[in-house]
């Protein structure tokens, strides 16, 4: 079974711009999480999806958004970028909603803001 | 915000030889989960601990839960170079919040 998918797995991008990150879950899994991975901060919680509706966010300004499609690939997107926005983005799937279960990560996209 | 402070943050040792992570939380848990992240690289989950549970085993891992002391410990025995990684403890609040990471322990297995 393939595991989680994350497109791009590297970018650049000017401040003030912005950028969708994709991630495609394991089959069958319906719950979505993204997380920014610093140096500083470490692993921060952005959101969870299940079944296309954002269950939980984490606390990050409303320029990061996200939404998953009926086939429960999500996409992440971050407007009007900041140079701390730079970090390692990771997405996570899991068969249902809530932490009971392990998460499956992805490798991650890393994301250069210049 | 953080919940997990990993303790140390960085751990050197020699091939063999047993490795000890140390964990504190700060709320009640539903779970703990101990994930690997190889260089930058995606997090594999490793075991996960349920907070009616003192202890568990998988492979050369054994975890121990003291909710009294909000604490967990990760014991890698007979380690391995290929062990060689950052170690995440991640507090399941039950709360708004998903997972909640603490910041790593660097560990490096020498050959």
């Known amino acids: 079974k393939a595991g989680v998918t994350q497109t791009p797995r590297y970018l650049i991008k000017t401040r003030g711009q912005q950028v969708t990150l994709s991630c495609s879950p394991i089959?069958?899994?319906?719950?979505v999480s993204w997380y920014q991975q610093t140096p500083g901060q470490g692993l921060q919680f952005l959101f969870e999806?299940?079944?296309?509706?954002?269950?939980n966010k984490g606390n990050f300004p409303g320029r990061f958004s996200g939404r998953q499609f009926s086939n429960s690939r999500s996409e992440m997107n971050v407007s009007t970028l900041e140079l701390g926005d730079s970090a390692l983005y990771l997405c996570a799937s899991s068969w249902v909603a809530g932490s009971s279960y392990e998460q499956y990560f992805g490798p991650g996209t890393r994301l250069t803001v210049t | 915000s953080q919940q997990g402070e990993e303790d140390p943050q960085a751990l050197s040792i020699q091939e063999g030889e047993n490795a000890t992570m140390n964990c504190s939380y700060k709320?009640?848990?539903?779970?703990l989960q101990w994930y690997r992240q190889n260089s930058g690289r995606g997090l594999v989950h490793l075991i996960l601990?349920?907070?009616?549970?003192r202890e568990k085993h998988s492979g050369r891992l054994r975890v121990t839960l003291d909710t009294s002391k909000k604490s967990s410990s990760l014991l890698i025995t007979a380690s391995r170079a290929a062990d060689t990684a950052s170690y995440f403890c991640a507090a399941d609040q039950g709360g708004s919040e998903k997972l909640v990471f603490g910041k790593g322990t660097k560990l490096t297995v020498n050959p």
């Open positions: 709320t009640s848990i539903n779970n």
């Open positions: 601990i349920r907070s009616n549970e």
């Open positions: 089959s069958g899994h319906r719950s």
């Open positions: 999806y299940f079944s296309e509706t954002q269950r």
